[in-house]
């Protein structure tokens, strides 16, 4: 990844700052976005600062012309752009179908899908100037499998994979490759879930073949760095479950 830079969204914790750690150790520029200033400040100075290539973006997603601003800042702060991760989201539930508010879905789509679409069309003209790149999109198996209480969050994730798989078929021809990862990974969401429904959790855990949850730095980190390098170059429109064999695919 030497000579790359790549925007990942949602980077502060969690599966973005998996992704973010597991692209510095192979010597990308990473650009970290996240709305959380205080965090992502955190976030940066442990993985190395400036010197090791991240630099943090305070950013709400939901802001009218954020896209075109973080696509601008990496490009002014690292002189080039050859990879985007869309990874934030941001849910209220879990919440029973019937009681999910217009609110609720509002805030996953603004985040989730709006934001995804509005960063893949504002870095397009700069990947084709640079003869190509690739984009990850995070999916989730609460979508391709189905979760309840999930209704809105599922949704999002699945309009995620339908544009992604849209943008890879058109943007073929420019050398553009996207590709969704679908992770199964311990984050501050899943421990809350732990916390709050301890026998669910454990049943579902039970349930992974590969008996455990994955590591966002070790499990999750990887495979996306591998679809934005170069030994990814034949792959593109796929979606790939990074979940222990948790959800199956649909």
Known sequence: ?????????????GVGKGIASALLERGASVLLVDRDSELLAGTVEQLGGADR?????????????????????????????????NNA??????????????????????VGPRATFELMQAVYPVLVANGGGSIVNLGSGSGTFGKPKFGAYAGAKEAIRGMSKVAALEWGRDNIRVNVVCPFAETESIRMWREM?????????????????????????????FLLSDESSFVTAQTIMVDGGAAGFR
Request: hydrophobic fraction near 40%.
């Open 197 to 225: 429904a301890p026998e669910t959790y454990e049943r579902t855990i039970r349930g992974v073949p590969l008996g455990r949850l994955g590591d966002v730095g070790s499990d999750i980190g990887p495979v996306v760095r």
């Open 53 to 85: 290539g991240a630099v943090g973006l305070c950013a709400d997603l939901r802001d009218v012309g954020c896209a075109a601003r973080i696509v601008d800042s990496a490009v002014e702060t690292f002189g080039g752009l050859h990879g985007l991760v």
């Open 89 to 110: 989201i941001a849910t209220n539930e879990p919440k029973p179908f019937q009681t999910i508010t217009r609110e609720d879905y509002d805030l996953v789509f603004d």
């Open 1 to 13: 990844m030497d000579g790359k830079t790549v925007i990942v969204t949602g980077a502060a914790r």
